[in-house]
């Protein structure tokens, strides 16, 4: 059974912040955020075929990757993991093609819950309440819903 996402913004803050939990152990969640040969099975929509550019999970790297619609038009993503601390946080910028110059700043942290389970609250700022409303306005919501679908069956998966 799949774990509802919360996502929140407050009117007049720059934020979005986002709380889901995960039938998996923490470092097992934590590991399917920083491995490239996880995140290509999970993030984003089903429909969108994922193109992995850089993705290296650690202090200073970079990630970038491209998701293609059936008719071959791309949405391009970038950004910099600023800090990784396994299996607790990740820090990172968050920066969309299609709106150039927005780049928000994410902190993911991952909590053990017990009994194998595990919560990722992640709070992302951005430069303005338009910034963020235009993020939000992309279809970032189903986006992420989505993801976390495929990320539950990962998982799921991957513990046997």
Request: aromatic share 10%.
């Amino acid at each position: 059974m799949s774990n509802p996402t919360t996502i929140t913004s407050q009117p007049g803050l720059p934020f979005i912040d986002m709380v889901r939990e995960y039938d998996a152990p923490r470092k097992l969640v934590f590991r399917a955020y920083t491995d490239p040969e996880l995140v290509v099975q999970w993030l984003g929509p089903r429909r969108l075929v994922m193109e992995l550019g850089d993705y290296d999970a650690r202090d200073g790297g970079s990630w970038s990757y491209i998701h293609r619609d059936d008719d071959g038009t791309p949405y391009a993503f970038r950004g910099v993991f600023h800090s990784v601390q396994e299996p607790e946080c990740i820090i990172q910028t968050f920066e969309f093609a299609g709106a150039p110059g927005q780049v928000s700043i994410e902190t993911m942290n991952f909590e053990d819950l017990g009994n194998g389970r595990t919560r990722c609250s992640a709070h992302a700022v951005y430069p303005s309440v338009e910034a963020r409303d235009g993020m939000a306005a992309s279809g970032m919501e189903s986006g992420v819903n989505e993801g976390n679908e495929r990320l539950d069956e990962l998982l799921e998966r991957l513990i046997g």
